[in-house]
């Protein structure tokens, strides 16, 4: 399928989107609870913070599949597929700060990749029943390695899925097919099974995501308690993309836009095996919840780079990796939430949180033609130049306490955490060309820290369903210098990152109960900040940044218009500076303060369009809109504006849908993510997708 097949798909959804004047009866809506900031459910409209819920009936109805399109109505963030990860994976950015690490993932409970980074590559969307974002940390409930954002991605619960079976196919060779449903009970005992796979294909031909992903979930009474037990399966076989080098402040075209100057054996493969046990018992003073989990992931990841010097002489100018990575992950948190002196809301409790990891990377140098028509060479065949590896064990405990008062139209939330942290770190250099260079060290960094919110909502004016809340909060977080496994030998253990954070806003209902609407002004102040950057050789490295401030307004609405037709809008501003920062760029000492964070833009829109009827023609539009953002600490390469515009058609008859959907129509390649593995490199936005298939519910 061309663009003419794409503007043809936004066309029919915009015919069928202005049809939309009748429908079926939506079905009954889900009550606004949410848990991320709190661990306990509360009133989303009581909560003092920014958080916006996405139903999975809502990701349903748009077709929302990957981290992009799922977060592609939240007002002030981003996802764009791909990065040092992997074309599976995402980078998000929240607040302007757009880190791989900077935000943490949490799935139904648990920190989605342990104490490193979040493993957003082994996510499973399927049979999800809502995902909830948080603005900001969630600094008591779920303490360190939680900076400017939470997602938590919770899954529908055992034995309650709703059945469905589907296949889709499309450009490139893609195809998908997915499968949700309950087995058989025995005896107390809920059950349901969900399975998912895809082979993506893209215009690089070199390129692909293979997946397979399997959830099991079980449920039964225990001892007068509630059992739940989640096992999740990830196995990916994915060959990487190629990012494009920045020359002279922009892009260059001297390699072609589609080339991948990977190794002939490129590949990153991922296999992860995650179980959960969490028990639920009423005591005479409260609810007790444990919650414990284990996972083991193995990856390889096999890659190369180009020189920012772009020669084509013979001689080399690409840098390969040939990586072997262990990590496991343990996590266990236990607390008691009960009803406390004046009817406020208690919670008390204690986790921890720790991982170890090594890596060892086989590195080497070779060269590849820029017209991109030639595979580059194995790294079977290449000379290891020098051999790097890791191990790092990290321990994050924390004890905390939480109060949430509600009188009339007051509600105060307020908690205090205390945070303990210990990390050990080894590295390892072999030089093989000169063994004279080749060295070993070792850091270890401990501490204590306290972090803790204290916020406020009030509800200023009610009528019926209609209200206005106001709310303020304060927040105070830490977080851990992260670990990214780049293929650099890198012994030293980062600082610890330190942010206060201010918000105010208000949030409400309108017309009846049909428009739902929030707004929020915010500042975080940060030190310690992670930026990725070059030494004297020009091998990239992360370095801890002096202080940085972000700052800004964001707002987001949805209209019911219609028993079937929901129009959402969402806007944000950001302003995202160093206030002290002098970087260390490729050896060199440059005073940065005062510049704007790379890849921050100041603007991103988004509008949106769903018209899903529980029978007939259905359809979503979804348009963002990214502001022009700068892609160097110096502020010299300044990368343009752009809009994506994602579409969907679907036709619904008794249980089978049939559907069409098109991501990035426009088909627009802008720099989206910066790699901080390669030199001056940055990954593009991955080019336009259309699929096809059926759905069928049982």
Not at 498 to 508: D, H, L
């Amino acid at each position: 399928m061309g663009l003419r097949s794409g503007f043809i798909l936004a066309g029919a959804v915009s015919v069928a989107l202005v049809g939309a004047s009748r429908a079926d009866e939506r079905p009954e809506a889900v009550e606004a609870v949410v848990v991320t900031a709190t661990r306990i459910p509360v009133d989303e409209q009581r909560l003092p913070a920014m958080i916006s819920r996405i139903s999975g009936q809502d990701l349903a109805n748009r077709g929302a599949d990957d981290l992009r399109t799922t977060l592609s109505l939240v007002s002030g963030a981003e996802a764009p597929p791909g990065g040092d990860a992997g074309p599976a994976s995402a980078v998000p950015s929240f607040w302007g700060l757009h880190e791989f690490d900077a935000f943490l993932l949490v799935v139904d409970g648990v920190p989605w990749g342990g104490a490193f980074n979040p493993a957003i590559s082994t996510l499973d969307l399927n049979n999800v029943d809502r995902v909830e974002v948080l603005k900001g940390p969630s600094p008591v409930a779920l303490g360190q390695n939680a900076f400017v954002g939470v997602i938590q991605v919770i899954h529908t619960p055992a034995g309650e899925a709703h059945p469905t079976v589907s296949v889709a196919a499309g450009e490139h060779g893609s195809y998908t097919g997915s499968l949700v449903v309950n087995l058989p009970r025995l005896g107390d005992v809920k059950q349901s099974l969900s399975l998912s796979g895809e082979h993506q294909g893209f215009a690089d031909s070199f390129e692909k995501v293979r997946d397979f992903k399997a959830q099991y979930r079980a449920a039964t009474p225990l001892a007068g308690g509630d059992l739940k037990l989640s096992l999740d399966l990830a196995l990916r076989r994915d060959r990487p993309q190629s990012p494009t080098v920045l020359v002279e402040g922009r892009l260059t075209d001297e390699t072609p836009l589609n080339a991948n100057f990977n190794p002939a054996d490129g590949r990153i493969t991922n296999d992860s095996l995650h179980g959960t046990l969490a028990y639920d018992h009423a005591t005479p003073l409260g609810m007790w919840t444990t919650l414990a989990s284990v996972a083991y992931t193995e990856i390889t990841d096999v890659r190369g780079f180009l020189r920012p010097e772009l020669t084509d002489t013979g001689e080399a100018n690409a840098d390969s990796q040939n990586q072997r990575r262990r990590i496991l992950d343990g996590y266990l948190d236990t607390h008691l939430s009960f009803e406390g002196p004046f009817g406020a809301k208690l919670l008390v409790g204690a986790d921890v949180l720790a991982g170890a990891g090594r890596q060892i990377s086989r590195n080497g140098e070779y060269y590849v033609p820029l017209d991109g028509k030639v595979r580059a060479p194995s790294t079977a065949t290449l000379h290891v130049d020098e051999i790097n590896t890791i191990k790092d064990t990290r321990v994050f405990a924390g004890q905390y306490v939480q109060a949430d008062w509600t009188s009339g139209p007051f509600n105060l939330l307020a908690g205090l955490r205390v945070n303990e942290m210990s990390e050990h770190k080894h590295s390892g250099h072999v030089d093989t060309l000169d063994p004279a260079a080749s060295e070993a060290a070792g850091d270890h960094r401990a501490g204590a820290r306290l972090s803790g919110n204290l916020g406020a909502s009030w509800r200023l004016w009610q009528s019926g369903l209609d209200h206005v809340v106001l709310y303020a909060d304060l927040r105070r977080t830490s977080q851990a210098g992260a670990v990214d496994f780049g293929p650099d030998y890198t012994p030293d253990v980062l600082k610890i990152e330190r942010a206060n954070i201010y918000e105010a806003g208000f949030k409400g209902v309108a017309l009846g109960g049909e428009l739902e609407y929030e707004v929020s002004a915010f500042r975080l102040d940060d030190h310690n900040l992670e930026i990725a950057t070059t030494d004297a050789n020009g091998n990239p490295i992360i370095q801890n940044a002096g202080s940085e401030r972000l700052q800004g307004i964001e707002a987001e609405a949805r209209y019911h218009a219609a028993p079937a037709l929901d129009l959402f809008l969402s806007a944000s501003w950001h302003d995202a500076t160093f206030t002290h920062y002098v970087a260390s760029e490729g050896g060199a000492n440059i005073d940065v303060s005062g510049n704007s964070l790379t890849l921050s833009p100041p603007w991103l829109l988004a509008a949106g369009v769903v018209y899903a009827p529980v029978q007939g023609l259905g359809a979503s539009l979804v348009v963002n809109y990214a502001d022009k953002r700068w892609l160097d600490l110096v502020n010299t390469a300044r990368a343009p504006a752009y809009a994506t515009v994602d579409a969907g058609l679907t036709w619904t008859r008794g249980r089978h849908t049939l559907f069409l959907r098109g991501t990035n129509l426009t088909d627009r390649r802008d720099a989206a993510t910066g790699s901080e593995f390669g030199d001056q490199s940055y990954y593009r936005v991955s080019g336009r997708k259309v699929m096809a298939g059926v759905k069928v519910a049982f």
